[in-house]
């Protein structure tokens, strides 16, 4: 069975903190992706990142960075110098191909708040 | 070059009635997700369309169905509404076959309150 697990329900830092955002995942496939999504009020999830389980490089894009360890199974995503509009809850997600298609597996969010 | 969009974005329903979702996929994409968000949870996968035809199914009751039309857009049908199924209902669309095939989508999403 596939699973992702964020242990963190919520998180709130001062601006210009770093922040760590934890994510675990379980499945038996060999081929599979990762994403994090960010989920702003509004309610649509941003699209913030895919990485498949082939590629173990950590990525920097601006103040994000993202940690994939195979080992321990994560995928852990981190904000450099948090800014008020880094508040949002964020997704980590699997998706591994069943029947032809993907679907994404969502863990429970972590919900971020960034004070003044 | 238009999102993913979905219609409407609020809706309260009744217990026992029945409720329609849109959405309307990304340009250039074929394939329909719907997932419904409780709150404070993540989302759920409840199926997807392609070629107009049900390909996977999550866990969900017969009551939630789906269509999906020859320009690819989809509707999401609830029947016999319960107090539960108040969620946020948020569509994907992606492209079934090529090197982006895994990226989804997302639209703004459909919140639906039953009383």
């Known amino acids: 069975a596939q699973k992702v697990t964020q242990a963190q329900t919520e998180i709130s830092v001062v601006e210009k903190e770093d922040v760590t955002l934890d994510c675990v995942y379980e499945t038996r496939d060999t081929t599979y992706y990762l994403f994090w999504y960010k989920q702003p009020p509004s309610g649509e999830l941003v699209f913030l990142i895919r990485r498949n389980s082939f590629d173990e490089q950590n990525e920097i894009s601006g103040r994000y960075s993202w940690n994939f360890q195979k080992s321990t199974s994560s995928f852990n995503f981190t904000i450099t110098a948090s800014q008020v509009v880094d508040s949002a809850v964020y997704f980590c997600?699997?998706?591994?191909?069943?029947?032809?298609?993907?679907?994404?597996?969502f863990g429970s969010g972590t919900r971020l708040l960034v004070r003044p | 070059d238009a999102g993913v969009t979905q219609s409407p974005t609020h809706l309260i329903k009744t217990r026992g009635q029945q409720v329609t979702l849109r959405c309307s996929p990304k340009s250039g994409h074929d394939t329909v997700s719907w997932y419904q968000q409780a709150l404070g949870q993540g989302p759920q996968f409840i199926f997807q369309?392609?070629?107009?035809?049900?390909?996977q199914r999550g866990n969900f009751p017969d009551r939630f169905s789906g269509h999906q039309f020859p320009n690819y857009s989809s509707e999401l049908n609830v029947n016999a509404l319960l107090l539960g199924d108040s969620a946020l209902y948020l569509c994907a669309s992606s492209a079934r076959w090529g090197p982006k095939s895994t990226e989804a989508f997302f639209g703004q999403g459909t919140r639906l309150t039953v009383v």
């Open positions: 997600a699997l998706s591994v191909l069943m029947d032809s298609s993907y679907k994404l597996i």
């Open positions: 369309y392609y070629e107009e035809e049900e390909r």
